[in-house]
């Protein structure tokens, strides 16, 4: 069925038959949509408050959402709604059909956002600083909401839409005192200009507006009033507080905007006649944590800072994803809770291994350290390499570098390398590893490396090892003069990246960042990189993701690079907390960056410090980003809607993170609690997970066939291979309506250019298929309807005259299709308890004026569990029934639900032959394939041309 809701109220109802096309975009049906809720109040100005369609090229397809047509001229759409508890994250809370409910009553108390990503949609990829009426947040200025308060913020330099309002979008703010009418006209007001949208103080009580989570309200998250604006913490209040003495109200809340665009000013893309190439999203992971149950836990070495941190390296080999840090045991929490006791404790300190899908610890795997591990890298060869501060492994000596069987943690038969740090007074440390191209390259704190042939090589604070030997190259030296702290080689073997605290390779200067050259030598490559800061301290983290490569550190920034020219092209500085400590990809699409910050990112900030509402700051939007942010790696443009909630020790975030070959971001560090997927608070061990989002397209739909009857076009398809795919039906390069079937009526003109593809609902879509142009056919009469109501019996009728003409069928039972058991969609239940029949009998009598009028007859069922089909007595066809004869106790041969039944009609073509003028019969046996088959149905459609 096609995806629609009731229309508004005083609009008019679905599309029909009879409806002229193109018909004007009011918003009453999804091939109606407007592409503003300011459009249909140009098209109708008597239009209700209510819900509509709309639709915009970004948003791809119809959706529904509240406008409110009549505060200051109506055109209003509603993007979020609530009372305590909003979110500053990308993703929004709820579905979008949530935030169109309970628009302004107890039951919506609870914050309903649209993502950023949706409203970005509804503004058709505008600015919402270029929104001429701003940002309009409706407060509740008292307990039961009869009276609110108004207030707009015209945003300056807002690029695209983020809910991080707490970090301090600067605006001009016009504030409206309380009323019970909608309408600003004739309201005292104040203004502030410039303000931000983190907090306006234009007097007291009710006069100011702030969503900065503070102590003084208990870091209740909303729109607050001020100290004097009393709340309390019931159930049923429009005012909340539960600070002392009720202070500091947090009301409910709306927040609308009125962009003005018309669908004659919108460009949707004209699909060619081979139709549309399919499109999926980006990768990106998922906000909400994968539940699990074990981690690591304590630090081993006695070292507790930031660069001590429990999980601090990843590898996957095979199924199995290793852990290394400084932590001192593997713990389970069956009970997942974060306040609640390890339900097992194991003492295995520095490296373990987890089920890489699961993230269940492994037993087997016991390898013994005696300190530190930094790095891990996945050998070619299958063996695992570690790296770090330890010097031996099982005992046996191995200074900062191992080989290990990854089976049983045992140091390898084959090649070991010895490293050494010859500077006095500095310690020897393995900080980075990465195996690319036949080599091992080492980034850290060392002088020499000594191979399996004896004679140390000079390679100061990094080197690199030949895997197929185990040979330290001597003709690769960077020869730093600072610690390395990331190296990061790129997959075509060119270039190497380093960064750290170093200022020169050699004799050139290097500042904590360096492109080289990976052919002997190790020459420095051209790169002026951009710092936050004159002088950054170090620079932490460093990652080529294709087309572009990463670079964070001090101070709190994030930038990006393109791998051809190194010219700075995206550039990030996190507020407050936050420089960056480790950077991993996403098959060269989404980039990753983790941090010690926990509140806010800036794009387009160039320096730190700064001012949030200083007119000199050069960032444009500012979003939530909780430990770890995404970026996409080709465009630099971050991705709000991956916006964990966590917390880790001592506020030391993330240091190690990694994909696994499944998609699955791993991230590593202090970790002690995370929200899940299912938004519940769970433990957390040092490391948490996140799945990616669905990112594959469906297979396409294939066989459009159109057919014009009058102004109705009829369209036909054969379904994508895809379970549960939905089918977009687009006219010309616009979506019309949306469907879970193979077929739809909709209004239609001769010459109309069809398109159909699947959607799983995730933003991902197929191909389309090629052009249906309709042809036009003979107009069409229903002999029986779909719905149409039948005559049944359980009982045996006995002989075949029950399926002729004149039958009487006084003492069967009647009722409205669709008749059966067992699912939501019947609507005359013909056995209500087991033990339920193996066959039943329906019977439908319909008159026909002149036969010979009639050139075809295309009749439709279900099957469900089989049908047999007769028309006057005649078969017509059957499904899922034995040939010859059947009887009462005939089993059908399979057993297809409901659903699958209305998604897979059985088609026929009776001959017109069978019809006689006067009244005529359909008959139908259903038959279960048990007698505990859990649904059976029935319904039919007879049309006659």
Not at 14 to 43: F, H, L, M, N, Y
Not at 430 to 450: I, K, P
Not at 474 to 494: C, E, H, L, R, Y
Not at 818 to 825: E, R, V
Request: net charge negative; aromatic share 8%; hydrophobic share 35%.
């Amino acid at each position: 069925m096609m995806l629609a809701g009731p229309p508004p109220p005083g609009t008019a109802g679905p599309a029909t038959a009879a409806e002229p096309t193109p018909a004007p975009p009011d918003g009453s049906t999804a091939a109606r949509a407007a592409a503003s809720c300011w459009e249909v109040k140009q098209i109708n100005q008597t239009a209700p408050d209510g819900t509509y369609w709309l639709l915009t090229p970004t948003m791809v397809a119809p959706e529904q959402f509240h406008c409110d047509m009549t505060t200051d001229g109506g055109g209003w759409v509603l993007v979020g709604r609530g009372r305590d508890g909003w979110t500053e994250s990308g993703d929004g809370q709820g579905r979008p059909d949530e935030v169109r409910s309970d628009v302004w009553s107890a039951a919506g108390f609870r914050p309903r956002q649209l993502s950023d990503r949706k409203v970005d949609a509804l503004l058709d990829g505008r600015a919402p600083s270029t929104l001429s009426d701003g940002v309009r947040v409706v407060r509740a200025a008292d307990r039961t909401g009869s009276s609110t308060t108004d207030t707009r913020y015209v945003l300056r330099r807002m690029t695209r839409w983020s809910w991080a309002f707490a970090a301090g979008h600067t605006a001009d703010v016009t504030m409206y005192a309380a009323s019970s009418n909608r309408a600003t006209a004739g309201r005292a007001s104040r203004t502030a200009s410039p303000a931000t949208t983190r907090d306006v103080d234009l007097g007291t009580g009710t006069w100011r507006a702030w969503t900065l989570g503070s102590a003084v309200n208990n870091w209740v998250r909303g729109f607050n009033y001020d100290a004097e604006t009393n709340g309390t913490a019931a159930s049923d209040t429009f005012l909340y507080s539960t600070a002392t003495w009720g202070r500091y109200a947090t009301p409910m809340t709306q927040v609308w905007l009125r962009p003005r665009l018309r669908q004659s000013d919108l460009s949707f893309p004209q699909p060619p006649d081979a139709g549309l190439p399919g499109s999926r999203m980006l990768p990106i992971a998922e906000s909400g944590a994968l539940p699990g149950t074990w981690g690591v836990t304590g630090t081993a070495n006695g070292r507790s800072d930031e660069l001590g941190t429990e999980a601090h390296a990843f590898a996957q080999i095979g199924s199995v994803m290793y852990v290394g840090g400084n932590f001192a045991r593997v713990e389970e929490h069956a009970d997942r809770r974060p306040d609640g006791a390890a339900s097992q404790v194991v003492h295995q300190s520095y490296l373990a291994a987890f089920d890489a899908a699961t993230s269940a610890w492994l037993p087997a795997f016991r390898p013994v350290l005696d300190d530190q591990v930094n790095a891990l890298a996945a050998l070619p060869d299958g063996r695992l390499a570690v790296a770090g501060e330890f010097t031996t492994v099982d005992g046996r000596p191995a200074p900062g570098l191992a080989v290990i069987d990854p089976s049983t943690g045992q140091l390898s038969a084959a090649w070991q390398v010895r490293v050494e740090n010859r500077i006095t007074g500095e310690r020897m440390a393995v900080q980075s590893l990465d195996a690319e191209n036949g080599w091992l390259y080492l980034g850290g704190n060392f002088t020499h490396l000594t191979g399996p042939s004896g004679g140390a090589v000079y390679a100061r604070k990094a080197a690199r090892i030949d895997l197929a030997t185990g040979v330290p190259d001597a003709t690769w030296n960077p020869a730093f003069d600072g610690k390395v702290f990331t190296i990061d080689a790129s997959s075509d073997g060119q270039r190497v990246y380093a960064s750290g605290y170093f200022s020169r390779s050699g004799d050139t200067r290097a500042q904590r960042v360096a492109v080289l050259s990976s052919a002997p030598g190790a020459a420095v490559l051209p790169f002026a990189p951009s710092f936050s800061v004159t002088e950054p301290a170090y620079q932490q983290a460093v990652h080529e993701a294709g087309t572009s490569f990463w670079v964070g550190g001090s101070q709190h920034s994030m930038f990006g690079y393109d791998t051809t020219t190194r010219a700075l092209f995206s550039q990030n500085v996190s507020l407050s907390g936050g420089d960056f400590q480790a950077i991993t990809d996403q098959a060269d699409e989404v980039v990753y960056g983790s941090c010690h910050c926990d509140d806010w990112l800036f794009g387009g900030q160039r320096s730190y410090p700064f001012t949030v509402g200083s007119t000199s700051s050069t960032w444009t939007t500012a979003d939530r980003i909780g430990i770890v942010g995404a970026w996409d790696a080709r465009t630099g443009a971050y991705l709000p809607e991956f916006a964990p909630t966590s917390r880790t020790r001592g506020g030391f975030g993330a240091w190690a993170l990694a994909t696994a070959d499944d998609g699955t971001l791993w991230a590593g560090g202090s970790y002690v609690s995370i929200v899940t997927r299912g938004g519940t608070n769970q433990w957390a061990g040092g490391f948490v997970r996140f799945a990616a989002r669905p990112h594959v397209a469906p297979q396409p739909p294939s066989d459009l066939g159109a057919s014009l009857e009058g102004t109705t076009t009829h369209l036909t398809w054969s379904p994508s291979p895809t379970p549960g795919a939905r089918y977009e039906l687009l006219l010309g390069g616009r979506v019309v309506a949306v469907t879970t079937q193979t077929s739809i009526d909709l209004p239609g003109r001769s010459g109309d250019r069809w398109f159909v593809r699947a959607t799983d609902g995730a933003g991902n879509r197929s191909a389309t298929t090629p052009v249906a142009t309709p042809a036009v056919v003979a107009p069409s009469t229903s002999l029986v309807a779909k719905g149409a109501t039948w005559s049944f019996t359980t009982l045996a009728p006995g002989g075949e005259a029950w399926a002729l003409p004149g039958y009487d069928d006084a003492t069967w039972s009647r009722g409205p299709a669709p008749l059966g058991w067992g699912s939501s969609t019947i609507r005359t239940t013909v056995a209500a308890a087991a033990p339920r029949p193996v066959t039943t009998y329906y019977r439908h009598s319909f008159d026909v004026a002149d036969p010979g009028a009639l050139t075809s007859l295309t009749l439709s069922t279900l099957v469900d569990d089989s049908v047999l089909v007769r028309l006057n007595g005649v078969e017509v066809g059957r499904s899922n029934l034995p040939p010859g004869t059947v009887t009462t106790t005939t089993y059908a041969t399979s057993a297809p639900t409901t659903q699958q039944a209305l998604a897979a009609p059985l088609v026929l073509s009776p001959d017109t032959g069978l019809l006689k003028a006067g009244t005529n019969v359909v008959t139908v046996e259903v038959h279960a394939n048990y007698r505990s088959t859990p649904t059976s149905s029935l319904d039919l459609e007879l049309v006659a041309r």
